[in-house]
């Protein structure tokens, strides 16, 4: 059983930064997940990295402002986020698919964290 914990949202102005942990439990060794989901919408895919941290892919609203990135032997996955915008104001859930390369489709994922609020202001 995997176990996903998030962590590092909060309250920013807009063209603020922050960095989101997702600390994982169990064998990890997947490709993991960013998705968000805003009030009254529904939750959409922001980026995925592959079991090595090799290979990542984005959403092209996210593209060069947040990075993915992991670190296997903390059982970690980050996301850094630069130039954050009112838009991107949601809920952060990580998760983890038990395949090795990035997807972006949903169903593909397994297990999922609790989330993290990201609140950015105009």
């Known amino acids: 059983q995997v176990q996903l914990v998030e962590s590092g949202g909060g309250a920013v102005q807009a063209g603020g930064s922050l960095r989101l942990s997702c600390a994982a439990s169990g064998r990890t060794f997947y490709a993991m997940g960013w998705f968000r989901q805003a009030p009254g919408k529904e939750r959409e895919f922001v980026t995925a990295?592959?079991?090595?941290?090799?290979?990542?892919y984005y959403v092209d609203s996210v593209k060069g402002r947040f990075t993915i990135s992991r670190d296997n032997a903390k059982n970690t996955v980050y996301l850094q986020m630069n130039g954050l915008k009112p838009e991107d104001t949601a809920v952060y859930y990580c998760?983890?698919?038990?395949?090795?390369?990035?997807?972006?489709?949903?169903?593909?994922?397994?297990?999922w964290g609790q989330g993290t609020q990201v609140t950015v202001s105009s």
């Open positions: 990295i592959d079991w090595s941290g090799s290979d990542t």
């Open positions: 998760a983890l698919s038990k395949t090795f390369r990035t997807t972006d489709v949903m169903t593909l994922y397994d297990y």
